[in-house]
């Protein structure tokens, strides 16, 4: 079992940047795949971001590529999510996932996720 909380969401103007974190609990976090996901109002959750057990690998949906950055700190039990040049599209709540443990692969799909965070929300204004 592992439980997720995320932090450091906010109000932002258009442009600006925001870090979110992802605290993990237990003694596994550096073997799992975590990712990032949002889900805004009236529609699906989606993915964003993902990275494997060693944060070595990663992966970006094509909206955010180059302005997001995912990382994480096994020794912090930490996931981040730096977001650069924020757009009004990215307003959403934000969610960090984990995976049971696994090998060196990162994970685009929900359904590859067994556990969540609570989310956080991101809101950037025009």
């Known amino acids: 079992q592992v439980q997720l909380v995320e932090s450091g969401g906010g109000l932002v103007q258009a442009g600006g940047s925001l870090r979110l974190s992802c605290a993990a609990s237990g003694r596994t976090f550096s073997s799992r795949a975590m990712g990032w996901f949002r889900q805004a109002p009236g529609k699906e959750r989606e993915f964003v971001s993902a990275i494997n057990s060693s944060g070595r690998s990663t992966r970006y949906a094509d909206s955010v590529k180059g302005r997001f950055t995912i990382s994480r700190d096994n020794a912090k039990n930490t996931m981040y999510l730096q977001m650069n040049s924020l757009k009004p599209e990215d307003t959403a709540v934000y969610y960090c996932?984990?995976?049971?443990?696994?090998?060196?692969?990162?994970?685009?799909?929900?359904?590859?996720?067994?556990?969540w965070g609570q989310g956080t929300q991101v809101t950037v204004s025009s």
């Open positions: 996932a984990a995976t049971e443990p696994s090998g060196t692969y990162y994970y685009y799909r929900l359904y590859d996720y067994n556990y």
